[in-house]
């Protein structure tokens, strides 16, 4: 959704607020609403619920959803029945019927859009072959937990991996051997990682990893097992292939742009290359002068 109109920007700023908070913000609005409408009937506003039912479905899911718009039909067709005491109770039955399915409908139709706003999302992030983070949408989400990871108490472990001739293999192979290489390696990576790390393709054959780990020793354990399982994985496919990592280890409040540190990262990765490839390189951000320090 584009987030230069105003529906996209009013979407993005749902998809901010914290479920709490969401979740006061409805109730509060219902509760002000019904007051209102209550107070003021022969002003109409049982529209109005619908805008609320909407931000509900969007905001809170599917489940929630659809209980708050059952909510909102009660509490909007309840208190207008003892308008109307003369009518015979079927046409009162469907006087009520007509709004609550109506609510219910809204939320249908919000949650499937849902439904498909968010796939669509998804998959413009996603590489297709291997299921990682395309390269704007991994410097995206980089920024972000390198920005988060500097205020707050984790080291984060940034790695650059690329396959050791890996156009070679295409040239004499194909590209859809390369392309079940690259398939291979994906899936091996999506299934060491956990959803809130970050894993992105940012170029041919070149990946790129940012996990944050309690501690510069776990971070290290952890970059070693991850060079270790992916090379693996790589032996198992038709046409084996290795693969060079370069890794920086950054502590907590280290304040470099993730600009800086890729390249620093990718430095790395590419003194693995020259010194003859198939290995890992790792290096550390000095926490008190705020730079790289040598590698080991």
Not at 192 to 215: C, K, N, Q, Y
């Amino acid at each position: 959704m584009n987030s230069h109109l105003p529906v996209g920007r009013l979407a993005a700023r749902l998809d901010a607020l914290p479920r709490g908070r969401a979740w006061f913000a409805i109730v509060i609005a219902l509760a002000a609403l019904a007051i209102a409408d209550n107070r003021l009937r022969l002003l109409g506003l049982t529209s109005l619920y619908i805008p609320l039912v909407c931000a509900a479905c969007w905001t809170l899911g599917p489940r929630p959803g659809f209980f708050v718009a059952l909510v909102t039909a009660v509490v909007a067709v309840v208190p207008h029945l003892s308008d109307e005491p003369h009518h015979p109770l079927s046409i009162l039955c469907v006087r009520s019927a007509v709004p609550i399915a109506t609510y219910l409908l809204v939320a249908v139709i919000v949650i499937s859009f849902r439904r498909s706003f968010d796939r669509e999302h998804y998959l413009a992030q996603r590489d297709r072959l291997t299921g990682a983070l395309n390269k704007q949408a991994f410097h995206e989400r980089a920024h972000m937990l390198l920005n988060s990871g500097a205020r707050g108490g984790d080291t984060l472990v940034l790695a650059i991996l690329d396959l050791d001739d890996f156009k070679t293999l295409n040239n004499i192979h194909g590209h859809a051997a390369g392309d079940t290489v690259l398939h291979v390696l994906g899936k091996r990576a999506l299934a060491m990682l956990r959803p809130e790390d970050v894993f992105g393709r940012i170029g041919g054959d070149e990946f790129a990893f940012l996990v944050a780990t309690r501690s510069a020793e776990e971070g290290e354990r952890f970059a070693r097992i991850l060079h270790a399982r992916l090379s693996r994985a790589l032996e198992t496919t038709q046409h084996p292939v290795t693969c060079s990592m370069g890794v920086l280890l950054v502590p907590p409040r280290s304040f470099r742009s993730a600009a800086e540190l890729l390249d620093v990262a990718d430095q790395a990765m590419y003194r693995v290359k020259r010194s003859g490839k198939d290995g890992l390189q790792i290096a550390h951000v000095d926490a008190a002068r705020n730079y790289p320090s040598a590698p080991a």
